[in-house]
């Protein structure tokens, strides 16, 4: 049987560098959360979405029950006028997209606010978080820190031990660089715990994340991948609104309301009220 490798180590580096890491990034990760939201600016509306989204909902309603409510005449005239307007784009957020080229995201103001977010955002995490990894890595290089109380296949010798090139070492010993790293991944139920669910601190997976999808070739395709979606959605809604057929939702409307209310309509009589029936 393998005979259990046995290191000793000091209990000043579990009070000096163990405890503190751990804090530090605790910390570190509060303050991020509320500079984050110091940072973070209102949303500002933007009335070409809204008109975008109203006109698809109009159209909705129109092919519903509640279109049956409208005249024939009236009912005809505005399926009309909005398969002319899906088809020319004229709701469209970017009527570029209609024509098949490229929108500017440099034009769009709402386009730009967002980016300045998503940058702001990764600068709060990024710069921390540099500042950090270069504090432990200059003070605390090739320490050893903790053991773990389970065994680990030796795939996971370069994840646990990093900034120590040791090939006899135990897997299961784990160095500081490589305890900053399941800090940062691993304290994110902490951060739910005390800044509760939607936190800016434990948010670094996802703020990789992104600016990963900021990436050249990725973030330049997504403006246009979400303008041709909804141009497809308008040319959906002009092929339905054509197909549409209109019932009359008011006929014998007298006679149903006066049903809801447990009223039975006398059965005509005169000639005259037997015609108008």
Not at 265 to 277: G, H, I, N, V, Y
Request: no cysteine; glycine share 6%; proline share 6%.
């Amino acid at each position: 049987m393998k005979q259990e490798q046995q290191i000793f180590l000091d209990p000043a580096i579990r009070n000096w560098v163990l405890i503190p890491i751990m804090l530090v990034m605790v910390l570190v990760g509060v303050l991020r959360h509320y500079a984050t939201q110091l940072m973070t600016s209102v949303p500002k509306g933007n009335i070409k979405q809204v008109r975008e989204s109203a006109a698809l909902m109009r159209a909705r309603m129109l092919r519903s029950p509640s279109g049956s409510v409208l005249p024939y005449p009236a009912f005809q005239s505005r399926v009309k006028y909005l398969a002319a307007a899906f088809e020319k784009g004229l709701y469209l957020k970017n009527p570029n997209a209609a024509t098949g080229q490229a929108p500017n995201p440099l034009s769009d103001p709402a386009g730009m606010e967002s980016m300045m977010e998503m940058l702001k955002k990764n600068m709060v995490m990024i710069v921390p978080q540099t500042l950090i990894m270069s504090w432990i890595t200059f003070f605390f290089s090739g320490f050893i820190l903790i053991k773990l109380p389970f065994p680990l296949t030796l795939r996971f010798k370069a994840m646990l031990q990093r900034g120590i090139e040791t090939a006899d070492m135990d897997v299961t010993w784990v160095s500081s660089l490589s305890w900053y790293f399941l800090n940062l991944f691993g304290l994110n139920s902490i951060f739910r715990l005390i800044l509760g669910e939607e936190n800016a601190a434990g948010a670094d997976m996802n703020s990789m994340q992104a600016m990963g999808g900021m990436m050249p070739g990725m973030g330049a395709s997504q403006p246009m991948q979400q303008a041709s979606e909804v141009l497809n959605m308008f040319k959906n809604e002009k092929e339905l609104l054509e197909l549409a057929q209109w019932d009359n939702g008011l006929k014998n409307v007298e006679v149903r309301i006066l049903e809801i209310y447990g009223v039975r309509p006398s059965a005509p009589t005169s000639a005259k009220e037997k015609k108008l029936a």
